[in-house]
Structure formats: structure tokens, C-alpha cells
């Protein structure tokens, strides 16, 4: 759980869902349809905005962090093998 991310979320993030995220941030459009108007309607759409966008960077963040931990370990298991096999070729 980070600051970013208020409470507690499901344990896995994946691409998938902070795909599924960005499709549906909402688009603006022209049409006539029959929502309710009025500032109660206005907040509860800016919530829930602003939970998702909150939920995306969440996951931005959780997909980097999880890239970079694994370069990290596949640069040390190379440099691992090239250790072991440098110390096979001097025996």
C-alpha cells in the first residue's frame, strides 16, 4: 500500500487492468441522454475519476517498481554466471 494509493487494494496489478483503466476514462461527448444533473451527480462522477486515475498510477507504479527488480535480478544472475564460469576456467 502506498501514500498515492489511499487504502488497502487487491494484491495484483497487471497490464491488463491499467489497460482496461484508460479505455474507460471518460470521453467527452455531445449527446443527449438522461443522467441526473446538478453539483451531487458532478461529485460522485469527479470521485469516482479521481479513485481510478489514483487506482492507474497505483499501478504505474507497481509495474515499474516490479520491471526494475526484475533487470536488476536478471543483471546480477549474469553476472553471477560469468563469476562461475571464470572460476571453472582457472581450476
Known sequence: MTKEFGRAAAGLVTKAERDQ????????????????????ANEVRRQIDQE????IRHIDERLK????????NHNRALS???AKQDFDRGR
Do not use: Y
Open 21 to 40: 483503466r484508460i479505455a474507460a476514462r471518460p470521453k467527452p461527448r455531445a449527446e443527449l441522454h438522461l443522467t441526473p444533473n446538478g453539483w451531487e
Open 52 to 55: 481510478s486515475e489514483r487506482r
Open 65 to 72: 517498481t516490479a520491471r526494475d527488480n526484475f533487470k536488476n
Open 80 to 82: 553471477r554466471g560469468r
